[in-house]
């Protein structure tokens, strides 16, 4: 019906938004991390920064590779990222493979400029459960937001990071809500912000 595809777009919206501040966010784990080696190394420190920024576990089965030239660039393969207990699906996110640019002239000025994030083959499970709660709903303090007087927020740290395009290729989104379940396959979006806290522009097909 027309209004369960207007909820599920605002919710999709939604999560997609959150998907621009997550990544980011990885990105900027990656590049404030050790240096320019061996990844694999650190996937530990990189996914228990992004649990930290999120309450969810993140998985990178594949390998994770990071080119300086011609332009920094990270490349990771089998991502996951859990979903709420009690969910029917265990990964509210599955990525076949994440491809993010960073522009090297903002490195040297301090900034962190994601020129370009891409979400190759996406799967992403939004469900409500019979409590109430949602799978897209993250801690508020995701992507560096207002914490409470007295704590250090992500936005703090004297990086300005920005995120020019997230793109998801060849998605799958699923919603579950009761008894109801819908799919809906082949979905393109785009994602821009002017930095972790907003604002965030989506587009969505």
């Known amino acids: 019906s027309w ?3 207007i ?3 605002r919710c999709v919206k939604k999560v997609l938004v959150l998907l621009g501040g997550f990544f980011v966010l990885l990105v900027a784990a ?3 991390g050790p240096g320019f080696i061996d990844w694999n190394a650190y996937k530990s420190e990189i996914t228990e920064a992004v649990e ?3 309450g969810r576990q993140l998985s990178i089965d594949g390998d994770l590779k990071f080119a300086v030239l011609p332009t920094p660039a990270l490349r990771a393969s089998g991502v996951r990222l859990s979903n709420i207990d009690g969910a ?3 990964d509210m996110l599955t990525l076949k493979d994440v491809r993010v640019r960073v522009s090297i002239a903002d490195l040297f000025q301090g900034r962190i400029a994601v020129e370009r994030i891409q979400l190759i083959e996406p799967v992403i499970a939004l469900e409500v459960l019979a409590d109430g709660r949602a799978s897209w709903d993250f801690p508020t303090n995701l992507g560096g937001a207002d914490t409470g007087a007295g704590q250090e927020s992500a936005g703090d740290a004297g990086v300005a ?3 020019a395009s997230l793109t998801i290729t060849n ?3 699923s919603y579950r809500n ?3 379940v819908e799919h809906v396959k082949n979905v393109t979006a785009e994602i821009a912000a002017g930095s972790l806290q907003g604002p965030f522009t989506a587009t969505l097909s």
Request: proline share 4%; net charge neutral; hydrophobic share 50%.
């Open 178 to 180: 009761g008894a109801q």
């Open 171 to 173: 998605g799958v989104v």
């Open 3 to 5: 209004a369960f595809v």
């Open 30 to 32: 990656v590049l404030i």
């Open 7 to 9: 909820r599920e777009s």
């Open 88 to 90: 029917q699906s265990p």
């Open 161 to 163: 990071i920005s995120l």
């Open 52 to 54: 930290t920024a999120t």
